[in-house]
């Protein structure tokens, strides 16, 4: 048997249970330690300690990093996940002074690698791009729906409320605060009805149509496509384990052919010994 080379130890390591549980449980601090940073009593009282352990866990998740880029060479290149991994990390050992402080601010994206290690948060964020296609046809109804409700706002309550209707514009924009029901009744649909009684007409079939309805298609997708994600995986566990028991069942006859070879040799030398 060959010994290992450092190649596949290190392999091993970055590819065991605890050493991903202990990066999660860093991240987790480091998310921690940022959100301590903006209390200034804290700042002043324990800056230099929260300072330093932020350089640390940057070090080590440095050190983790070029441990997986040894361990899969080229491979980690090829895949998405690292390729998040390796800019996040990039952009906190960039210098946040001058022309660069806002990159500062941006250390706390440390936090999201968390949707890289965590399996059930890459497993969301893979079923949202993968129902970007459905999504965009949906927003692109709902933007048709926005356009002509627009429309016959701006042309109805213009005159009377220019802040709200006066332009395309800024029906959008009152239309956007009507769907998300943000003050919708009172703040808006009242004080119109109070000159258009009739405008109940106009907002209850928008909210129905943009609310209700084309959010729900949304949220249908993303669960479709989660589910599907869901059962491709399970397909290629499938697929794993009867992979698996086949290659066991093909050791298994080939140990059984070796045995009956042997039985055969170990019969011809007892014929051979009794003649």
Do not use: C
């Given at each position: 048997?060959?010994?290992?080379?450092?190649?596949?130890?290190?392999?091993?390591?970055?590819?065991?249970?605890?050493?991903?549980?202990?990066?999660?449980?860093?991240?987790?601090?480091?998310?921690i330690l940022l959100g301590m940073?903006?209390?200034?009593?804290?700042?002043?009282?324990?800056?230099?300690?929260?300072?330093?352990?932020?350089?640390?866990?940057?070090?080590?998740?440095?050190?983790?990093?070029?441990?997986?880029?040894?361990?899969?060479?080229?491979?980690?290149?090829?895949?998405?996940?690292?390729?998040?991994?390796?800019?996040?990390?990039?952009?906190?050992?960039?210098?946040?002074?001058?022309?660069?402080?806002?990159?500062?601010?941006?250390?706390?994206?440390?936090?999201?690698?968390?949707?890289?290690?965590?399996?059930?948060?890459?497993?969301?964020?893979?079923?949202?791009?993968?129902?970007?296609p459905g999504l965009g046809s949906?927003?692109?109804?709902?933007?048709?729906?926005?356009?002509?409700?627009?429309?016959?706002?701006?042309k109805l309550f213009s005159a009377?409320?220019?802040?709200?209707?006066?332009?395309?514009?800024?029906?959008?924009?009152?239309?956007?605060?009507?769907?998300?029901?943000?003050?919708?009744?009172?703040?808006?649909?009242?004080?119109?009805?109070?000159?258009?009684?009739?405008?109940?007409?106009?907002?209850?079939?928008?909210?129905?149509?943009?609310?209700?309805?084309?959010?729900?298609?949304?949220?249908?997708?993303?669960?479709?496509?989660?589910?599907?994600?869901?059962?491709?995986?399970?397909?290629?566990?499938?697929?794993?384990?009867?992979?698996?028991?086949?290659?066991?069942?093909?050791?298994?006859?080939?140990?059984?052919?070796?045995?009956?070879?042997?039985?055969?040799?170990?019969?011809?030398?007892?014929?051979?010994?009794?003649?």
């Amino acid at each position: 048997m060959k010994p290992q080379t450092m190649q596949q130890k290190v392999l091993q390591l970055v590819e065991t249970s605890w050493f991903n549980h202990s990066i999660l449980v860093l991240i987790l601090i480091n998310a921690i330690l940022l959100g301590m940073e903006t209390s200034a009593s804290l700042m002043q009282d324990f800056g230099s300690v929260i300072l330093l352990a932020d350089k640390v866990l940057l070090a080590i998740f440095v050190i983790e990093l070029l441990l997986r880029i040894f361990a899969y060479r080229l491979s980690f290149f090829k895949d998405s996940w690292s390729l998040f991994d390796f800019a996040v990390v990039a952009i906190a050992l960039m210098p946040a002074t001058g022309q660069f402080s806002v990159l500062r601010a941006l250390r706390v994206l440390r936090v999201l690698r968390l949707l890289s290690i965590v399996p059930s948060m890459r497993r969301v964020v893979s079923a949202l791009l993968g129902s970007l296609p459905g999504l965009g046809s949906i927003a692109m109804v709902l933007l048709l729906i926005y356009y002509v409700f627009a429309v016959i706002a701006t042309k109805l309550f213009s005159a009377a409320f220019p802040e709200w209707f006066g332009s395309i514009g800024a029906s959008f924009y009152t239309l956007f605060q009507v769907m998300t029901l943000e003050s919708w009744s009172m703040g808006i649909s009242r004080p119109v009805m109070e000159q258009f009684p009739y405008a109940w007409a106009f907002f209850v079939p928008f909210i129905l149509i943009a609310t209700f309805t084309m959010l729900n298609l949304f949220i249908a997708i993303i669960v479709n496509t989660m589910q599907t994600f869901t059962d491709q995986e399970h397909a290629a566990e499938r697929a794993e384990d009867k992979k698996a028991e086949l290659a066991e069942q093909q050791l298994m006859h080939k140990q059984l052919a070796d045995i009956q070879q042997e039985l055969k040799a170990l019969r011809e030398e007892l014929k051979q010994r009794h003649h």
